[in-house]
């Protein structure tokens, strides 16, 4: 039964031409854009010799991860308890549960798929240096994913309609692109600045996927944020969520 749900969300989610568009390719357009700005092309000594559309490769990446965790997700979960499929499937042989489960699996492969078009972009593109650590990146990406999928479960769980979702995962959603560094990467934001940014689910990650870019081993600090997040909000959701 799961594996039969897993396949009817990911046909459904292929039906969806936005949210295809927004994970899938915006994060690899806006890297085109900014790659296509001939100065930011060119190395900079404010970013130790890396070119701008270098350090926008994982801001890139974080971008899809958002978009699919907090805005795609919840409006689709909060929909299906709106309209109260959630709580019909409860009596059926198919658990809301796998649901959930199959929810995931599709929104979080989709948001890998986006990532892995982006490094291929910005290789193919602008010669962007795959990661040079890429047991590491792997690894920072698995926790990026799994961190935007447990705040996506929270946005659900808090949200009793689909304008409630979309207005908390818009309420959160700018600050988590601040925090990857959509506006101004990691590396260039002031000392302090960048360390407080560190401290939130986003930036811990942005900052891991920069270390393992460089051929570093993500730091353990970053790990440990990205960790201690994901189980802070899935002990959220878990104890919100509601399946009417």
Same mark, same amino acid.
């Given at each position: 039964?799961?594996?039969?749900?897993?396949?009817?969300? =990911?046909?459904?989610?292929?039906?969806? !031409?936005?949210?295809? *568009?927004?994970?899938?390719?915006?994060?690899?357009?806006?890297?085109?854009?900014?790659?296509?700005?001939?100065?930011?092309?060119? !190395?900079?000594?404010?970013?130790?010799?890396?070119?701008? #559309?270098?350090?926008?490769?994982?801001?890139?990446?974080?971008?899809?991860?958002?978009?699919?965790?907090?805005?795609?997700?919840? @409006?689709?979960?909060?929909?299906?308890?709106?309209?109260?499929?959630?709580?019909?499937?409860?009596?059926?042989?198919?658990?809301?549960?796998?649901?959930?489960?199959?929810?995931?699996?599709?929104?979080?492969?989709?948001?890998?798929?986006?990532?892995?078009?982006?490094?291929?972009?910005?290789?193919?593109? *602008?010669?962007?240096?795959?990661?040079? @650590?890429?047991?590491?990146?792997?690894?920072?990406?698995?926790?990026?994913?799994? #961190?935007?999928?447990?705040?996506?479960?929270?946005?659900?769980?808090?949200?009793?309609?689909?304008?409630?979702?979309?207005?908390?995962?818009?309420? #959160?959603?700018?600050?988590?692109? *601040?925090?990857?560094?959509?506006?101004?990467?990691?590396?260039?934001?002031?000392?302090?600045?960048?360390?407080?940014?560190? *401290?939130?689910?986003?930036?811990?990650?942005?900052?891991?996927?920069?270390?393992? =870019?460089?051929?570093?081993?993500?730091?353990?600090?970053?790990?440990?944020?990205?960790?201690?997040?994901?189980?802070?909000?899935?002990?959220?959701?878990?104890?919100?969520?509601?399946?009417?």
């Amino acid at each position: 039964m799961s594996t039969a749900v897993l396949r009817t969300e =990911a046909r459904l989610f292929r039906r969806e !031409p936005g949210a295809l *568009f927004w994970i899938l390719l915006f994060p690899s357009l806006l890297l085109v854009i900014l790659g296509s700005i001939p100065s930011f092309r060119q !190395p900079s000594a404010d970013l130790g010799g890396l070119r701008t #559309v270098d350090v926008y490769v994982p801001v890139a990446v974080l971008l899809g991860l958002i978009v699919g965790g907090l805005q795609s997700m919840p @409006q689709t979960l909060t929909g299906y308890r709106e309209r109260g499929i959630l709580r019909r499937m409860a009596v059926t042989p198919v658990r809301p549960s796998a649901l959930l489960s199959a929810q995931m699996l599709v929104y979080g492969g989709a948001s890998l798929a986006s990532a892995v078009l982006v490094l291929a972009v910005g290789r193919l593109g *602008f010669d962007v240096r795959l990661p040079g @650590q890429p047991v590491g990146y792997a690894l920072a990406l698995l926790a990026a994913v799994l #961190v935007a999928l447990a705040l996506g479960s929270v946005v659900s769980a808090m949200s009793r309609t689909t304008k409630i979702a979309g207005a908390i995962g818009s309420a #959160v959603f700018f600050p988590s692109m *601040f925090c990857a560094g959509v506006w101004a990467p990691v590396q260039t934001m002031p000392h302090t600045l960048a360390r407080i940014v560190g *401290f939130t689910p986003f930036g811990a990650a942005a900052q891991a996927l920069d270390q393992a =870019a460089a051929g570093h081993w993500p730091g353990w600090n970053h790990l440990g944020v990205l960790a201690m997040w994901i189980l802070l909000l899935t002990g959220v959701a878990s104890r919100w969520f509601r399946w009417e």
